[in-house]
């Protein structure tokens, strides 16, 4: 499958700087007191909307939202996420080394159906499935990162935005706030955070997941560093890099595209070897300096739509 055959023009609606789940829970200590109230805050989803359908593929999404451009969060990949069939997907652990993974790992983790059963009740136990959408308190600060999720339950999706960071603690014991409340969200949260820990044995053990699907930002060469740049890697795809998406609005320097197929295969096995100062030989003309490109990957998850429509004009 060749890339231009991949271009995606449809209206829909980072390497990852995105506070992920485990990151936002982490943060959360004590009572998670209250900043100043600001004018405005993340905005909320709508309440309930129509189920998103098989083609969907997932049942829940926990993400990190934040006012930011498109281009800043565009390698942002949801903290968790359970798909249609069951298997919880989160990124794994990224080794403590310069220069790191061009990708962040995914790992994937079986689930039985007891164990959907359970994060259900406890949904509905929290007073996430009333109907309400905003447990944010209307206390965060302006432009800072909010948590989303969406649940499928009984045909319908739940699209829900709260602070993650309203933690309460009890000591040693578990605390239960009232449902419905900002720190009932943040529990529901922070439980997510750790599904085996909860859960037990009706969580399998991870392995690797690979996506059917990358979207992939293609640009200048990341800076050479003689003492850790390698040899270029030879460009993943059939052909150049011209026929990869389409150009950004106001940088020709840049493209976007999806890829699929054995494309998304070709560049998964790339991967592998490659890093944040990778560079990729464009095999329009080997031996020009305007050959050597950079990429910025984003593994596609579902729900995720086109990450490249609001870059290069939707």
Known sequence: MRPSAARHRRPQPALLIALTLLGLVAAACGTGGS?????????????VSPSPGPEAGFRLRATTV??????SIFAWTPGLLITDDLVAIQAGAIPAIYPGPLVTPLLGARLTEAAWTTIVDE????GLLSGASDFTGGMMPMGAAAGRLEIVVDGRTFDLTGDPTRVVRCGTQRCIPDPGTPEAFAGFWSRLADLSGWLGAEVGP?????????????????AEDPQLSGAPLPWPFEGPS??????????????????????????????QTANQLTRWLDP??????????????????????????PLVGG
Do not use: F, H, K, N
Not at 206 to 222: C, F, S
Not at 286 to 305: I, K, M, Q, W
């Open 206 to 222: 991870q392995e690797p997941w690979t996506p059917a699907a990358y979207a992939i930002l293609v640009g200048p060469p990341p």
């Open 66 to 71: 934040q006012a930011l451009p498109p281009l």
């Open 284 to 309: 329009v003309a080997p031996d020009a300096p305007e050959a050597l490109l950079g990429l910025t990957v984003r593994p596609l998850l579902p729900g995720d739509g086109d990450p490249c429509a």
């Open 242 to 271: 011209s026929e990869l998406g389409d150009v950004l609005v106001g940088d020709p320097t840049q493209r976007c595209g999806v890829v699929r197929g054995d494309a998304a295969a070709s560049l998964a096995a790339a991967l």
């Open 35 to 47: 900043p100043p109230p600001p004018s405005a805050g993340p905005s909320a989803s709508a309440s």
């Open 123 to 126: 949904a509905r136990a929290a």
